[in-house]
């Protein structure tokens, strides 16, 4: 009995085949995959500021002392401008908590802080909403919450 060895491998045609379906793949996943990471950022980081905003809060009504956050590029005192922190009252770069937990804006209704990539893409933008009650509220750019037009992120 004789054993015939067979050669294996790809043929060409099989090749070219595998080559485009990775190729079709890799056009079609990329921009999905760009605003995945883009959008999972930008969220990280509106949530890391509604956690620093309601600690903030916290500590002005367990300390019974005002309690300020804003932007800083040294630790220790408030920076004037942010590329990416704006908010919609122009003359609100940080946020005062008083020793009941209320955060006075100095306008009569809710300030938004938008959050967003550079350049500013609307699509990964998203807001904290900051009333003068001291809530907060996170939203993405466009959306209204609680069916309110005061909320809205725009």
Not at 12 to 32: D, N, Q
Request: overall charge positive; proline content about 3%.
């Amino acid at each position: 009995m004789t054993l015939e060895k067979r050669c294996t491998g790809f043929t060409l045609f099989e090749l070219i085949v595998v080559v485009t379906i990775v190729g079709i793949l890799t056009a079609v996943g990329t921009p999905t995959f760009k605003y995945v990471t883009a959008s999972n950022r930008v969220a990280s980081e509106v949530n890391s500021l509604l956690g620093d905003m309601q600690f903030a809060r916290s500590q002005a009504v367990k300390a019974g002392q005002p309690v300020t956050i804003c932007t800083s590029t040294n630790g220790t005192a408030c920076a004037a401008t942010s590329v990416t922190f704006q908010a919609t009252a122009a003359n609100y770069s940080y946020a005062t908590y008083n020793r009941m937990g209320y955060a006075p804006t100095g306008v009569a209704g809710v300030v938004n802080i938008q959050l967003h990539t550079n350049p500013s893409n609307n699509q990964w933008t998203r807001c904290v909403a900051v009333n003068p009650m001291g809530s907060v509220v996170t939203e993405k750019y466009g959306d209204t919450k609680f069916g309110s037009a005061t909320t809205s992120c725009q």
